[in-house]
């Protein structure tokens, strides 16, 4: 059985059962449901038209959950709308249904985080790590946000701020996580940059572009982790990296600066540099001070601090780090890197080993061991 397949064809049947009058929860069940019965019934028997038997299978299973509820009668009237047999549509509904998940009656983070569980596909762990918050945090406000939305007609969208914020961490769990959600959030952001025109849906748009065009170079043939000034640059997509540029360019003169054209930014000078040594490291702590006044967001003061210690020397970093939680992820990481430039490879090799335990993946933990291991290597010669 094709996952692959599935996971594409989830959001579109969701979204058929809310606009057939399915509140967001019950439907969200009822598409598990059917998944469920996909992964028993299809190996043995394939649907000619996989997306038309979810959506015949959710709306009967919907059906069933629906007349053992108080309002059996009422509930009861839609068995009039249930599809007709044949092809499901097949408009890609994965966007109007980000919209839909940012209902106005729930808070921009819940709605993310709805969003994320519910369409994105992530598990509460991963949202709780992208929003630096206790897994059990996370899964309350899930639920929470579940039953705000219990019952509520989907006919009034939410807003473009928070799909956005949606579609940048999805990116961002497929970009360094555990799932390979990055192609499919640049496809959505497209989708959404050629329907609105907004230059804050350009500037993530031409972040993302700007990312993933280095993808290729963030790993070794072995899998470990090459960081960004190790990275072969002959091996960028500049086609991606000029497309990029161009787009973030093009919102930026319309001068309505928002955190994501600043990001792009950042991006785009580390892409423009022939050579680490050559990246303009003072434009990049200019950015990241627009980026603290728009977000005032603790990751973007810990990335300063790194940008602070290749601008102006490791000591100035460390003070610039010194003002930040400690407990915030990668601080760590990067008091190690500030140490080991500032000459101090004992404390340095400390701190990378401390990161490699709070790493929250597999091969960032690998590459902080082997930063440790190589400190104390050079020590004991």
Same mark, same amino acid.
């Given at each position: 059985?094709?996952?692959?397949?599935? &996971?594409?064809?989830?959001?579109?049947?969701?979204?058929? +059962?809310?606009?057939?009058?399915?509140?967001?929860?019950?439907?969200?069940?009822?598409?598990?449901?059917?998944?469920?019965?996909?992964?028993?019934?299809?190996?043995?028997?394939?649907?000619?038209?996989?997306?038309?038997?979810?959506?015949?299978?959710?709306?009967?299973?919907?059906?069933?959950?629906? =007349?053992?509820?108080?309002?059996?009668?009422?509930?009861?009237?839609?068995?009039?709308?249930?599809?007709?047999?044949?092809?499901?549509?097949?408009?890609?509904?994965?966007?109007?249904?980000?919209?839909?998940?940012?209902?106005?009656? +729930?808070?921009?983070?819940?709605?993310?985080?709805?969003?994320?569980?519910?369409?994105?596909?992530?598990?509460?762990?991963?949202?709780?790590?992208?929003?630096?918050?206790?897994?059990?945090?996370?899964?309350?406000?899930?639920?929470?946000?579940?039953?705000?939305?219990?019952?509520?007609?989907?006919?009034?969208?939410?807003?473009?701020? *928070?799909?956005? =914020?949606?579609?940048?961490?999805?990116?961002?769990?497929?970009?360094?996580?555990?799932?390979?959600?990055?192609?499919?959030?640049?496809?959505?952001?497209?989708?959404?940059?050629?329907?609105?025109?907004?230059?804050?849906?350009?500037?993530?748009?031409?972040?993302?572009?700007?990312?993933?065009?280095?993808?290729?170079?963030? *790993?070794?043939?072995?899998?470990?982790?090459?960081?960004?000034?190790?990275?072969?640059?002959?091996?960028?997509?500049?086609?991606?990296? #000029?497309?990029?540029?161009?787009?973030?360019?093009?919102?930026?003169?319309?001068?309505?600066?928002?955190?994501?054209?600043?990001?792009?930014?950042?991006?785009?000078?580390?892409?423009?540099?022939?050579?680490?040594?050559?990246?303009?490291?003072?434009?990049?702590?200019?950015?990241?001070?627009?980026?603290?006044?728009?977000?005032?967001?603790?990751?973007?003061?810990?990335?300063?601090?790194?940008?602070?210690?290749?601008?102006?020397?490791?000591?100035?970093?460390?003070?610039?780090?010194?003002? +930040?939680?400690?407990?915030?992820?990668?601080?760590? #990481?990067? #008091?190690?890197?500030?140490?080991?430039?500032?000459?101090?490879?004992?404390?340095?090799?400390?701190?990378?080993?401390?990161?490699?335990?709070?790493?929250?993946?597999?091969?960032?933990?690998?590459?902080?061991?082997?930063?440790?291991?190589? +400190?104390?290597?050079? &020590?004991?010669?």
């Amino acid at each position: 059985m094709d996952e692959a397949l599935v &996971r594409s064809l989830t959001p579109g049947v969701l979204t058929i +059962l809310v606009r057939r009058g399915a509140d967001f929860a019950a439907a969200e069940d009822a598409v598990q449901d059917a998944l469920i019965e996909a992964f028993r019934v299809w190996p043995a028997a394939p649907p000619r038209d996989p997306k038309g038997w979810l959506v015949t299978v959710a709306w009967r299973k919907f059906l069933d959950q629906a =007349r053992a509820d108080s309002a059996r009668r009422r509930r009861e009237d839609l068995t009039e709308d249930e599809p007709p047999p044949g092809p499901a549509p097949g408009v890609d509904d994965t966007l109007q249904l980000y919209f839909l998940c940012a209902h106005p009656s +729930l808070t921009p983070s819940s709605a993310v985080a709805l969003t994320l569980r519910a369409v994105g596909g992530l598990t509460t762990r991963q949202i709780a790590r992208a929003y630096l918050v206790p897994e059990a945090t996370m899964a309350q406000r899930i639920s929470r946000a579940k039953r705000t939305v219990s019952g509520v007609r989907f006919d009034r969208p939410g807003d473009v701020a *928070t799909v956005l =914020r949606v579609l940048y961490l999805v990116f961002n769990e497929g970009y360094c996580g555990d799932v390979d959600l990055a192609a499919e959030a640049i496809r959505l952001t497209r989708q959404l940059a050629a329907a609105i025109d907004h230059p804050e849906v350009a500037g993530l748009l031409a972040l993302m572009l700007l990312h993933h065009a280095r993808r290729a170079s963030r *790993t070794g043939p072995d899998g470990s982790l090459v960081p960004l000034a190790e990275q072969d640059r002959g091996r960028w997509d500049t086609r991606m990296i #000029a497309e990029g540029i161009g787009i973030l360019q093009a919102a930026l003169a319309r001068d309505r600066l928002g955190e994501f054209q600043a990001q792009a930014a950042v991006a785009a000078l580390h892409a423009d540099a022939p050579t680490a040594g050559e990246t303009d490291w003072v434009q990049i702590v200019e950015w990241y001070d627009e980026l603290a006044r728009l977000t005032d967001s603790p990751v973007v003061r810990l990335n300063r601090a790194v940008a602070i210690g290749e601008a102006d020397g490791p000591r100035a970093g460390l003070a610039a780090l010194a003002a +930040l939680d400690d407990a915030l992820p990668r601080y760590a #990481a990067v #008091a190690a890197y500030l140490h080991e430039r500032d000459g101090d490879p004992e404390t340095a090799a400390r701190l990378y080993a401390e990161a490699a335990r709070k790493a929250p993946n597999l091969a960032e933990r690998d590459h902080l061991t082997r930063q440790a291991a190589r +400190l104390n290597a050079g &020590r004991r010669r």
